[in-house]
């Protein structure tokens, strides 16, 4: 017999929107059973191994105050426990890995510690529980709810049936949809169906989705030798070219984004003047620390040499999703061999065996992350889905994005999107500090599920700007305090949005939690 679990609210998923729906909704009292299929919750900060994608007011405002704590709280981390030289540790918006792409990019299990801190009491009050290595198996529904969920433990096969009056799906890539008929969408819509100008031609493409990555650390020591077994695929990988792709995928030329043209990278900086790999996402710069320690730079590899879009892996048999993944695991280990044995050096030569695969900063013994970094979710079809005419800087005359009356929170990134499995290059295109609206967020007929990450109401396109960090986190939270409040009202999300006196209810609690609802006037990004 199943055993039963019941919580006022369950989450699927302990992501980065998973955690933090579970920190608001444990924190506004209610309880709370959140399921990770890996050993790490936080997502795309912890287990996927990228550091935070974060825009250029970060540290001043557009964030939620949650959020703010985490990276504060990184800052802090690095305080308390690292010998940090008194330069770095008196700097107020410590950068402890130096990396360009975020101001605060670390360790994930920095963060992990973080998230694990924040959550704490919540934790130890037995308010909230985590089910760590259980996966989403089956959903009981009735009407128009979800009444159940079946979750199985990938070790043991044990299982759990876990029934609340809300269920947030934050899982990576929507998973509880299809298994509660909830409608959704999946890949590439077309232009007859939203009237985006970067939408595709034709008919509708399903299974056009964005690339995902199996991100890794390395260190490097110059004069070292740390060299990796030859991977099974590395044959294959080392001649592949797109037909979009300039070159072949292991070199040092790619493209840039926003324009598709040919772009030349180097590994380390201070050479050839150009982009910087190494650099890109370092989450640890040694001059921050006491040098008697030994430490060496380390860097996340998410590079464009490691996007995989050779298939889907949604929708998809299981056996095909299985071959996927091995597929794009053997891409990042083949990076990895040809940096240590052919990459071009600025000197003549070839590779770096100096550079070590860290397996400890990610948690693995085979040294990949503990799960691909997913760009593109099923997404919902929810009572207001946010298109590229509302966001776009160039369908914004006025120059400010759609204005949201029923606003949750802010984000802003540019539409950003990874090579697709349809064989499509980067759509890289500018866009204007945007709102999160509550409408993206519930499905159009299911009552009591709310989206919690990538697979809110956005289109293939603004997928794009809707799914870094920061904005997951605000939608995660958002749905975790609208479940939240729905159980104090008796209501459900539906009524909250579609009622103005409501709407304006929840909306101020949103901000007397730290929410920000708006933004001031911005220049585009």
């Known amino acids: 017999m199943k055993r039963e679990m019941k919580a006022d609210i369950v989450i699927l998923g302990g992501g980065t929107g998973g955690t933090a729906a579970a920190l608001a909704a444990a924190a506004s009292g209610k309880t709370v059973i959140m399921t990770e299929e890996t050993l790490w919750i936080g997502g795309q900060l912890t287990s996927q191994a990228v550091p935070p994608d974060e825009h250029p007011w970060i540290e001043h405002f557009g964030c939620t105050r949650t959020y703010r704590r985490f990276r504060n709280g990184i800052r802090q981390y690095y305080r308390d426990h690292y010998p940090l030289t008194p330069a770095a540790r008196n700097l107020p918006e410590l950068n402890p890995g130096g990396g360009i792409v975020s101001r605060i990019s670390h360790d994930p299990r920095v963060g992990l510690a973080v998230l694990e ?29 979800v009444r159940s969920v079946t979750v199985r433990h990938l070790d043991t096969g044990d299982e759990l049936v876990l029934e609340a009056p809300f269920f947030l799906d934050a899982t990576e890539l929507g998973d509880l949809l299809p298994l509660a008929g909830i409608e959704y969408v999946t890949g590439a819509e077309s232009k007859a169906q939203t009237g985006e100008p970067h939408a595709i031609d034709g008919d509708p493409a399903p299974q056009d989705i964005q690339s995902f990555t199996y991100c890794f650390a390395v260190d490097y020591a110059d004069g070292e030798e740390h060299l990796i077994d030859k991977p099974e695929m590395y044959a294959f990988w080392r001649q592949y070219q797109a037909d979009f792709w300039p070159d072949r995928l292991l070199s040092l030329t790619g493209v840039r984004p926003a324009t598709n043209e040919p772009v030349e990278y180097e590994i380390f900086p201070g050479y050839g003047g150009k982009f910087p790999l190494f650099q890109y996402r370092q989450i640890l710069e040694p001059s921050h620390f006491d040098s008697s ?15 995989y879009w050779l298939g889907s892996i949604i929708d998809v048999p299981e056996e095909e999703v299985a071959r996927h993944l091995h597929q794009a695991k053997q891409l990042s280990l083949s990076l990895l061999y040809w940096l240590q044995t052919e990459a071009p050096r600025p000197d003549g030569g070839q590779g770096y065996p100096g550079l070590r695969l860290r397996r400890d900063v990610v948690g693995t013994e085979d040294g990949l992350a503990m799960a691909p970094y997913i760009r593109e979710s099923r997404r919902i079809q929810a009572e207001f889905t946010v298109m590229e005419q509302h966001v776009a800087t160039a369908t914004r005359p006025d120059g400010a994005a759609e204005w949201f009356p029923d606003s949750v929170g802010v984000g802003c990134y540019r539409i950003d999107l990874h090579p697709s499995t349809g064989n499509r290059p980067y759509i890289d295109i500018s866009s204007l500090p945007f ?16 989206a919690a990450g990538k697979n809110i109401g956005v289109t293939h396109i603004t997928n794009g700007c809707y799914r870094l960090h920061p904005v997951e986190w605000n939608i995660g939270e958002a749905a975790g305090m609208c479940a939240s409040f729905c159980l104090d009202r008796n209501l459900f999300p539906t009524d909250v949005r ?28």
Not at 435 to 450: A, T
Not at 499 to 520: A, I, K, Y
């Open 293 to 307: 320690f030994g430490f060496r730079p380390i860097s996340l590899i998410n590079w464009p040499q490691n996007d």
């Open 117 to 145: 801190q924040m959550l704490a009491p919540y934790l130890h009050s037995g308010r909230l529980t985590i089910l760590h290595r259980y996966r989403l198996q089956q959903a009981e529904t009735e009407g128009d709810a």
């Open 498 to 525: 579609n009622h103005d006196e409501t709407l304006s209810d929840f909306q101020q609690r949103l901000l007397s939690q730290g929410v920000e609802l708006q933004w001031p006037k911005l220049r585009p990004v």
């Open 435 to 450: 709102q999160i609206p509550l409408g993206s967020l519930i499905p159009k007929r299911v009552k009591n599920v709310l």
